[in-house]
């Protein structure tokens, strides 16, 4: 196998991984000396992924097809269409590790479940590497019109959920399993992390500001 086709199998899994990609997000990863264009145009060629415009002037966001699902090894809803429900999570998610700044990764439900040694609550989790520690998130990310007090009382019980699992105990105590909020209003940040301090204040809750669609151009500009 070729370098080139080793190197379309690693971006295939990465947006296996993240459901949806950005090219400037694929050059700083995978070539930052090159161009990614001939990657994710042998990927479209092969029918595993596919561009959909709509994310601003020409550009376009590069989705996982069932084909390509099959092609990775992971499950069809991976696929997701981009006007989908699911869809703000993993873009939300997408932002939280890939254009942050953070060495962070989204975790498949296998790995999650290895690296703790059980099954934890929540549906999406990330794993964060600083400083020679490694955290994992459970990310929510709260639709727009969800209330502030919902979120809260949705954290509450995912934290209620986490405690009472044996094997998150040490995890916990040593802050290497929190919940991240993540949010795309600056002012919705701000709310919850007043009311998440009052109501909240033993819990590892992490609230971070994730780009909007409206703000996608400058955070890949930065990026790149």
């Known amino acids: ?116 040694g059980g099954t934890p609550p929540g549906r999406y989790h990330c794993l964060e590497s600083a400083e020679g520690r490694s955290r994992v998130f459970e990310a929510y990310v709260p ?6 007090q919902s979120i809260v009382e949705r954290v509450r019980q995912s934290a209620a959920d986490a405690r009472a699992r044996d094997f998150l105990g040490p995890w916990i105590e040593a802050s290497l399993y929190a919940q991240a909020v993540l949010v795309d209003s600056a002012e919705r940040l701000q709310a919850l992390l007043q009311i998440f301090s ?8 992490h609230v971070e500001l994730v780009p909007a669609a409206s703000q996608l151009e400058r955070a890949l500009h930065e990026l790149a």
Do not use: W
């Open 198 to 205: 009052r109501e909240l204040p033993n819990e590892h809750v």
């Open 1 to 116: 196998m070729s370098s080139g086709e080793n190197l379309d199998d690693s971006v295939l899994a990465h947006i296996a991984r993240y459901c949806l990609t950005f090219q400037e997000i694929v050059r700083h990863i995978y070539c930052p000396d090159s161009n990614p264009k001939k990657i994710l145009y042998s990927l479209r060629e092969r029918g595993l992924v596919e561009a959909r415009a709509g994310f601003g002037g020409n550009r376009r966001a590069y989705f996982l097809t069932g084909k390509g699902a099959n092609a990775a090894g992971v499950n069809a809803k991976r696929a997701v269409p981009a006007g989908s429900d699911a869809f703000p999570t993993h873009f939300a998610l997408l932002g939280f590790c890939c254009l942050a700044g953070k060495a962070r990764i989204r975790l498949h439900r296998e790995e999650v479940e290895e690296a703790l």
């Open 143 to 148: 639709g727009g019109n969800t209330r502030p």
